[in-house]
């Protein structure tokens, strides 16, 4: 197979230009007349440098959220391929236009959209393509796609607002971290120096203080060692499944993390699963490719069995249920929806909630967080400066006069 420009004529006679993937010229030539286009020029293509990445290249959240965004709003007043090709020209990303035309030219060989995309499985997830062959398949594809893309910047605001939540946090204690290190190797040690003659005992909270510094100053390579070395031993680990579903077990068991860590997957499940149903997308099918997507081996394992007990005739409730890891909430309002017929308008409330509730917990959380920072590392260094002075304060009686 080959890649081969071509130059053409529609039969609103509009000019085309694009590539074709064919055997042969003359194949390409019989792809083309096939759509009703006239043909002016065809030829084998020159490399791409974009192509050159196509191994690699995939689409970040955000970028597969703007294409899925501009895709449901081009569809509206273009054909499929008029849209495709307008979107992968004014990317600026080398590699998301390398995606986005590996994924055109799938569209102009006659594959569906959802083959095309399946073509760069590491840019658009099993659900995502599955939900665009339902809306193929119905007819619907514009709506499904304007779901899709709802979905998507659901997920990104919730993502945007947990790294807002941490990131102060995270910034907070490294750099007291770094001023705590700083003061402990390069401070104290020069101060200190200034009571090697003293004659009489130094206070207790200062000899503690230069025996941390005298081992940080002396063996900081060894714990820059150790902790690399651990870090590479629990990601190793982190890849062993048991290990794995234990530390997951154990994080959910946290009074704080694992609450968050269940309310975030109920409400991307609950969201999920209400877009997949208002699809018209089974729900057994949208729930097997919901699983794949939770990276908790404790929450995955729970809807892995809910799958099998809805095979088995169960209800989605029931299912979630007996897993007994899921917020009564969403358990709920499930039995509500699936009793009501409205299971696609009970989950979205369900997910709206947790939503809310995840923000109003994190905010807490978090704005009580910030200041224990705040106390427990000013704590810190006013021991440290404490340490200095009480000496100092001491001089007299240190020097024996």
Request: net charge positive; aromatic share 6%; glycine share 6%.
């Given at each position: 197979?080959?890649?081969?420009?071509?130059?053409?004529?529609?039969?609103?006679?509009?000019?085309?230009?694009?590539?074709?993937?064919?055997?042969?010229?003359?194949?390409?030539?019989?792809?083309?007349?096939?759509?009703?286009?006239?043909?002016?020029?065809?030829?084998?293509?020159?490399?791409?440098?974009?192509?050159?990445?196509?191994?690699?290249?995939?689409?970040?959240?955000?970028?597969?959220?703007?294409?899925?965004?501009?895709?449901?709003?081009?569809?509206?007043?273009?054909?499929?391929?008029?849209?495709?090709?307008?979107?992968?020209?004014?990317?600026?990303?080398?590699?998301?236009?390398?995606?986005?035309?590996?994924?055109?030219?799938?569209?102009?060989?006659?594959?569906?959209?959802?083959?095309?995309?399946?073509?760069?499985?590491?840019?658009?997830?099993?659900?995502?393509?599955?939900?665009?062959?339902?809306?193929?398949?119905?007819?619907?594809?514009?709506?499904?796609?304007?779901?899709?893309?709802?979905?998507?910047?659901?997920?990104?605001?919730?993502?945007?607002?947990?790294?807002?939540?941490?990131?102060?946090?995270?910034?907070?204690?490294?750099?007291?971290?770094?001023?705590?290190?700083?003061?402990?190797?390069?401070?104290?040690?020069?101060?200190?120096?200034?009571?090697?003659?003293?004659?009489?005992?130094?206070?207790?909270?200062?000899?503690?203080?230069?025996?941390i510094s005298d081992f940080?100053?002396?063996?900081?390579?060894?714990?820059?060692?150790?902790?690399?070395?651990?870090?590479i031993g629990f990601w190793?680990?982190?890849?062993?499944?048991?290990?794995?579903?234990?530390?997951?077990?154990?994080?959910?068991?946290?009074?704080?993390?694992?609450?968050?860590?269940?309310?975030?997957?109920?409400?991307?499940?609950?969201?999920?699963?209400?877009?997949?149903?208002?699809?018209?997308?089974?729900?057994?099918?949208?729930?097997?490719?919901?699983?794949?997507?939770?990276?908790?081996?404790?929450?995955?394992?729970?809807?892995?069995?809910?799958?099998?007990?809805?095979?088995?005739?169960?209800?989605?409730?029931?299912?979630?249920?007996?897993?007994?890891?899921?917020?009564?909430?969403?358990?709920?309002?499930?039995?509500?929806?699936?009793?009501?017929?409205?299971?696609?308008?009970?989950?979205?409330?369900?997910?709206?909630?947790?939503?809310?509730?995840?923000?109003?917990?994190?905010?807490?959380?978090?704005?009580?967080?910030?200041?224990?920072?705040?106390?427990?590392?000013?704590?810190?260094?006013?021991?440290?400066?404490?340490?200095?002075?009480?000496?100092?304060?001491?001089?007299?009686?240190?020097?024996?006069?």
């Amino acid at each position: 197979m080959a890649d081969f420009a071509y130059k053409v004529i529609d039969t609103a006679g509009r000019e085309r230009q694009g590539r074709i993937r064919a055997a042969s010229d003359s194949q390409a030539r019989a792809a083309l007349i096939r759509k009703s286009f006239h043909i002016v020029t065809v030829e084998p293509a020159p490399p791409r440098k974009a192509l050159l990445t196509a191994r690699t290249a995939r689409l970040s959240p955000k970028q597969l959220t703007l294409f899925t965004r501009q895709m449901s709003s081009l569809m509206t007043v273009s054909p499929l391929e008029e849209a495709l090709r307008t979107i992968s020209r004014q990317t600026e990303s080398a590699n998301a236009q390398a995606v986005l035309g590996k994924v055109h030219g799938g569209v102009m060989e006659g594959q569906s959209l959802a083959e095309s995309l399946a073509r760069e499985p590491r840019s658009f997830p099993p659900l995502y393509r599955a939900m665009i062959s339902a809306g193929e398949s119905s007819g619907s594809l514009p709506i499904i796609t304007e779901r899709l893309a709802e979905l998507l910047e659901r997920q990104a605001q919730v993502r945007g607002k947990i790294i807002s939540a941490l990131a102060y946090p995270i910034i907070l204690t490294l750099v007291a971290f770094g001023v705590v290190a700083g003061l402990m190797i390069s401070v104290v040690p020069r101060v200190v120096e200034q009571f090697d003659s003293a004659s009489a005992q130094l206070p207790l909270i200062t000899r503690i203080v230069i025996a941390i510094s005298d081992f940080l100053s002396g063996w900081w390579w060894a714990l820059l060692i150790v902790f690399v070395l651990a870090a590479i031993g629990f990601w190793q680990a982190m890849r062993v499944p048991a290990f794995k579903y234990r530390f997951d077990a154990m994080l959910l068991k946290l009074p704080l993390i694992g609450r968050l860590i269940r309310d975030m997957n109920a409400a991307r499940l609950a969201r999920t699963l209400a877009t997949m149903v208002q699809s018209r997308l089974p729900l057994l099918e949208g729930l097997k490719l919901t699983t794949r997507t939770v990276r908790n081996a404790v929450l995955r394992e729970a809807l892995e069995e809910a799958v099998v007990a809805i095979r088995s005739g169960g209800s989605l409730s029931a299912a979630l249920r007996n897993a007994g890891t899921f917020p009564p909430l969403l358990v709920y309002l499930a039995a509500s929806g699936e009793s009501a017929g409205q299971l696609d308008i009970m989950l979205e409330r369900a997910a709206e909630y947790l939503e809310r509730e995840f923000e109003n917990f994190t905010s807490t959380a978090m704005s009580l967080l910030e200041p224990a920072i705040i106390v427990v590392m000013g704590g810190v260094v006013a021991l440290i400066i404490l340490s200095i002075l009480l000496p100092i304060l001491q001089l007299q009686n240190l020097t024996g006069l």
